[in-house]
């Protein structure tokens, strides 16, 4: 299936530093720094940089798939701060089609690692939403997209 979302998550630079990342969705860009998904040191982290924001994107895919069923809303991180959190909040009112909104949160990134932030994503109640930041496309697709970037991670290496 064609790739065709306009939402892509990369790593500009391949050595872990200060906005080696880059959200894109729609007209919206936002640099990011890898530093927290680099120090995760939980064993459910991979090594390398590249293995780990691979993990990232696998526990995106498994949350997307659980949209199938019914519908719903799941939050994706994507950027951590020692302050904030940004995420992806995916809404699917038919189990089809997804909006897809960057935002803020006020969770930490040193509360939780990374490589497993499920309970945190259950945990985002203050979600503020970027303007301008929002696609809409259906999960097939989505679900496409994420999985074309972590293979993408994947290749990045250490």
Not at 115 to 129: K, M, N
């Amino acid at each position: 299936m064609p790739v065709d979302v306009p939402l892509h998550f990369e790593r500009v630079r391949t050595k872990g530093s200060h906005a080696d990342l880059r959200l894109r969705i729609g007209c919206y860009e936002h640099r990011c720094d890898s530093y927290y998904v680099e120090l995760d040191d939980s064993p459910t982290a991979p090594g390398g940089l590249g293995l780990r924001l691979s993990r990232l994107l696998k526990q995106w895919s498994s949350q997307i798939a659980g949209l199938d069923g019914g519908g719903g809303t799941v939050y994706l991180p994507y950027d951590f701060s020692d302050q904030c959190t940004a995420w992806l909040r995916v809404a699917s009112a038919d189990a089809e089609t997804a909006e897809v909104q960057a935002g803020w949160s006020s969770i930490e990134a040193w509360r939780f690692y990374p490589s497993d932030y499920l309970s945190t994503a259950r945990a985002v109640t203050d979600f503020a939403p970027i303007t301008g930041a929002r696609v809409e496309c259906s999960l097939v697709a989505l679900a496409a997209r994420v999985h074309a970037d972590r293979l993408a991670f994947e290749a990045t290496g250490p």
